[in-house]
């Protein structure tokens, strides 16, 4: 990348941070993904999966993978069906086009992914939130408000965060921000996103991003907290990676760091 044709420092930060060794390292005191376990199946619950699977007896495979936490595979009406009276039992055209997709794997297949490791990717959220928590004080609305000298989080249920935002900021959301900060006088609402790949879900995370950074309004300073993919600039080939999100992020006038660059970010307000 040309840091020349950036036109914001913390992004320029921002990618070196990335192109230093030891950068999704260092990530794990934000994000601290743990080793990805298969999850046990009790060997009873295993050999009858198998031997229902075997003999297509449909009606006792679905109940027994109703009373298990995950499907084979990614079914998005699996929770409706399993969850919901009569679900099953009303649309058989949906049961039939499940129960092909199981018969389409083999017996073994279908305990193989059953045992498969859940998708860490999930749980970034809630771990940015955990390590804000750890790094930051908190203190409640009133408080929040009248504090005027050092860093503090506002402490606050996601209603009544939201309604500080929009009453007494006076900034247009729909939801609370993942960042909800006061350096000194100078309040910070950041908005943060773990990703880990171009595409789908992912690229429209990274517009919510821009459309977040985009909207400041007033003295209020909004910022864009990005870690992963965007700040990629190689491929392993020695190509130029060219994805549009990624260099929307990275040409971005406004401020989109690294989470491992906020303390040093929020420092500067004080």
């Not at 990348?1 to 914001?8: E, F, K, Q």
């Not at 305990?111 to 203190?139: E, H, Y």
């Not at 909004?222 to 260099?247: C, H, Q, T, Y």
Request: with cysteine; aromatic share 8%; hydrophobic share 40%.
């Amino acid at each position: 990348m040309d840091t020349a044709r950036i036109r914001n420092r913390w992004v320029s930060k921002s990618l070196r941070l990335f192109s230093q060794r030891a950068y999704l390292d260092k990530l794990l005191a934000i994000y601290p993904l743990q080793t990805a376990r298969s999850q046990q199946i009790p060997l009873h619950i295993h050999n009858e999966i198998i031997m229902l699977h075997q003999a297509h007896d449909t009606p006792r495979l679905l109940r027994l993978l109703k009373k298990l936490k995950k499907f084979p595979y990614d079914e998005p009406l699996w929770y409706l069906l399993k969850n919901v009276r009569g679900c099953l039992a009303q649309n058989p055209q949906q049961l039939r086009r499940i129960t092909s997709s199981l018969y389409t794997m083999t017996a073994q297949e279908t305990v193989i992914r059953l045992a498969a490791p859940p998708k860490l990717n999930t749980q970034m959220g809630p771990m940015f939130a955990v390590w804000l928590r750890k790094k930051f004080p908190l203190l409640p609305p009133d408080k929040f408000e009248a504090s005027n000298r050092g860093v503090f989080l506002l402490d606050a249920s996601e209603k009544d965060a939201k309604k500080f935002v929009i009453n007494r900021l006076r900034q247009e959301l729909d939801k609370r921000p993942d960042l909800v900060c006061k350096v000194n006088k100078k309040y910070v609402l950041g908005e943060a996103k773990w990703i880990g790949q171009p595409g789908g879900n992912q690229s429209k995370q990274v517009k919510e991003v821009l459309l977040f950074c985009g909207d400041q309004r007033g003295d209020v300073k909004r910022v864009g907290i990005i870690d992963g993919f965007p700040w990629a600039v190689k491929r392993d080939s020695g190509g130029r990676i060219i994805n549009k999100e990624a260099l929307e992020v990275q040409k971005s006038p406004y401020d989109i760091i690294s989470a491992l660059l906020l303390p040093e970010y929020l420092e500067q307000f004080r």
